[in-house]
C-alpha cells in the first residue's frame, strides 16, 4: 500500500516522461501487477486527453496581422511620465518576493523609529520636562538644563532676609553651575 | 535559413523591428493559446498577448540569452496573466467568444470534440474545476498540457524547480480528478 | 492587481496597522489611564567626599551640573495616585513634597509640585514633561550640604 502512494505521487512524472529509466521502469513494472493504480493511470491518461480537447483544441487561430497591429501600436505609442514611471517601478520590483520586502522595510524602519524614542526616553537622552509657573514664595529660584540629558533642574536658594530654613543645620554655600 | 530565436533577439536589440515582427509571427499563437487557458475569456486573452509582446520589446535590451528565448516569453506572459486574473472582477464567459478580423477560420464548422452531452457535461465540469486552481497550479496545468514543455522549461517559466513543478503538477492534476469524479 | 498596486496596498495596510497599534496605544495611555506612579528620589549632594553612589550610576550625567563632589541616595519613594490626587512624601528635614498629577496630552505629563517646610510652602511649581521623564528639584539645605529631589512620574 505504501508503494501504491508512492506509485501514483510519481504518475504524473512517469505519463509526461519526465522520471529516469530506472524510476519509469519501477513504475511501469509496477502498473503491469497492481489493477489499483493501473486504473489511476487511466483516469489521468482520461483527464489529460480532456484537457487537451479543451485548452487546445477548441482555440482558434489568431490572424497575424491584425495581432501585429495592435503590438506595433503599443510599440510606437507615446507613454505618459506616469505609465513610464509604473512601468520601472514594475520592472524594478520584478521579483514577486519583493512585493513583502517593501512592507518589511517599512516595518523595520518605523520599528527602529519606535525603539530609538524608546531608548532615548529609557535613557533619558531627551529628558525634557518645560517649568510652566513657579512660585518661589520670595526665594531666588534659578532654572538649569543639564546639556547631555537635557534635564531640566529648579534650584532654590537659601532665603536671606526672611525665615531661615536650615536653623541648626550646618549648611554648605550654594553649589556653582 | 530560417534565423534562430537569438540571431533575431541580437537583431531586435540592435533596432531591427523586423526581428521582432518576426519573432512574433513565431510565438504569437502559442502564447495566446497559452493565455486563454490562463484566462478563460477570449477577449483578454488577446488583449494580455498583444501586451505581453509589447513588454518583451520593451526589455528585449535586458535578456541576455541565458535562458531560451521562448522560456523567457512564457514567463512574461504567465505573469501577466496572472496579473490580469487577480485584476479581474467577472467571471469566465463562455468559450465560443470571436472577435471579427481577428479569427481565421470563422466560416468553418470545426467538429467540436465535445458534441455528446456527457462531454458537454465534462467539458462544463472541467472548465470550473480549472478556475477553481491557483495561478500557478493552473499555470503548470497549462503549460504541461497546451505546450507539453518539460519541467525543466516549466520550473524556469514559473521561477521553481522541477520538484516543485512535479508536486504542483500531481496537486493539481489530483483536485481535477476528484472534482471530475465520475465523468472520468 | 499589478505587482507594483499590491505592493503599495500591503505597504499601506502595514503601515495602517503600526498607526493604529500606535494611536491605541497612545490614546489609551491618555484616555483610559487611572493612576499615576510618581517616583521621588531624595538625594544628598555635598562636598565632604568624592562619592557618587553607586545606586545614583544611571543618573551621574543629570546630577553633574549642580557640581558637588559626592552624592547619596538617602531615599527612593513610589506611590500610585489617581489624576488630580496627591501623593504626599516625607523629605528629610521636616519637609514635604505634595505631587499632583494634573493631565496628561500629546505624550506629556502635567505635574503640579509643592514643596513645603513643615506647613510653609517653599517652592509650588508647574511642571510639564515627558511621560517616564523627571526633573530635580534641589536646594534645601541639609547635613552639611543639600537635598536634591529627582521627581519622575508614569502614567499606568
Not at chain 2, 8 to 32: D, N, P, T, W
Not at chain 2, 110 to 138: G, Y
Not at chain 3, 88 to 96: D, K, N, Q, T, W
Not at chain 3, 128 to 153: D, K, Q, T, Y
Request: net charge neutral.
Amino acid at each position: 500500500m505504501r508503494d501504491c502512494k508512492l506509485i501514483r505521487e510519481s504518475l504524473s512524472g512517469w505519463l509526461d516522461g519526465q522520471l529516469g529509466t530506472s524510476d519509469a521502469e519501477i513504475i511501469r513494472l509496477h502498473l503491469e501487477s497492481c489493477a489499483s493504480c493501473d486504473g489511476e493511470r487511466r483516469q489521468l491518461e482520461k483527464l489529460q486527453s480532456s484537457l487537451k480537447s479543451l485548452l487546445v483544441s477548441n482555440v482558434p487561430r489568431i490572424a497575424f496581422e491584425p495581432f501585429w497591429a495592435g503590438v506595433r501600436e503599443r510599440i510606437t505609442k507615446k507613454r505618459s511620465w506616469h505609465e513610464e514611471i509604473m512601468e520601472w517601478a514594475r520592472s524594478t520590483f520584478a521579483a514577486p518576493g519583493l512585493a513583502w520586502t517593501v512592507p518589511a522595510v517599512i516595518v523595520v524602519l518605523l520599528g527602529v523609529f519606535a525603539l530609538d524614542s524608546f531608548w532615548k526616553l529609557g535613557s533619558q537622552r531627551n529628558n525634557f520636562a518645560a517649568v510652566e509657573s513657579i512660585d518661589a514664595h520670595g526665594r531666588n529660584v534659578a532654572l538649569l538644563r543639564e546639556d547631555e540629558t537635557k534635564t531640566t533642574v529648579i534650584w532654590l536658594y537659601q532665603n536671606q532676609e526672611g525665615e531661615d530654613e536650615s536653623s541648626g543645620e550646618n549648611t554648605e554655600t550654594s553649589p556653582s553651575f | 535559413m530560417e534565423s534562430s530565436d537569438w540571431e533575431l533577439v541580437q537583431k531586435c536589440q540592435a533596432g531591427e523591428i523586423g526581428a521582432f515582427q518576426e519573432l512574433v509571427s513565431r510565438y504569437h499563437q502559442k502564447i495566446y493559446v497559452v493565455i486563454v487557458g490562463l484566462l478563460r475569456n477570449r477577449e483578454d486573452a488577446l488583449e494580455v498577448a498583444q501586451e505581453t509582446f509589447f513588454r518583451a520589446y520593451r526589455k528585449i535590451k535586458s535578456f541576455q540569452g541565458g535562458s531560451s528565448f521562448y522560456t523567457w516569453l512564457y514567463r512574461i506572459a504567465v505573469n501577466m496573466a496572472i496579473d490580469s486574473q487577480r485584476r479581474q472582477k467577472r467571471n469566465p464567459l463562455e468559450f465560443r467568444e470571436t472577435m471579427d478580423g481577428l479569427f481565421e477560420e470563422q466560416n468553418e464548422v470545426a467538429r467540436d470534440p465535445f458534441s455528446d452531452v456527457h462531454d458537454r457535461e465534462l467539458r462544463e465540469k472541467l472548465v470550473a474545476s480549472i478556475n477553481d486552481l491557483t495561478p500557478e497550479h493552473k499555470a503548470v496545468i497549462i503549460l504541461r498540457t497546451v505546450e507539453g514543455l518539460s519541467y525543466k522549461d516549466i520550473g524556469e517559466i514559473l521561477g521553481c524547480s522541477e520538484g516543485t513543478v512535479m508536486s504542483r503538477l500531481h496537486y493539481a492534476r489530483k483536485k481535477l480528478q476528484e472534482k471530475l469524479g465520475a465523468f472520468l | 492587481m499589478s505587482l507594483l498596486g499590491r505592493i503599495l496596498k500591503r505597504a499601506l495596510l502595514f503601515s495602517c496597522l503600526i498607526c493604529l497599534a500606535g494611536a491605541y496605544s497612545v490614546n489609551a495611555a491618555e484616555n483610559n489611564s487611572q493612576t499615576v506612579r510618581v517616583k521621588i528620589g531624595t538625594i544628598l549632594a555635598n562636598n565632604q567626599s568624592d562619592e557618587i553612589d553607586p545606586k545614583l550610576n544611571t543618573m551621574k550625567n543629570q546630577l553633574k551640573v549642580m557640581k558637588y563632589r559626592s552624592y547619596r541616595l538617602l531615599k527612593e519613594e513610589t506611590q500610585n495616585v489617581a489624576w488630580q490626587g496627591n501623593a504626599v512624601f516625607e523629605i528629610p528635614g521636616g519637609r514635604s513634597l505634595t505631587v499632583t498629577p494634573q493631565e496628561f496630552r500629546n505624550k506629556q505629563l502635567a505635574l503640579k509640585v509643592r514643596l513645603q517646610h513643615g506647613d510653609k510652602p517653599v517652592v509650588d511649581t508647574t511642571v510639564r514633561m515627558n511621560n517616564g521623564g523627571n526633573f530635580l528639584l534641589g536646594g534645601p539645605p541639609h547635613e552639611g550640604g543639600a537635598l536634591v529631589l529627582s521627581i519622575s512620574a508614569t502614567v499606568q
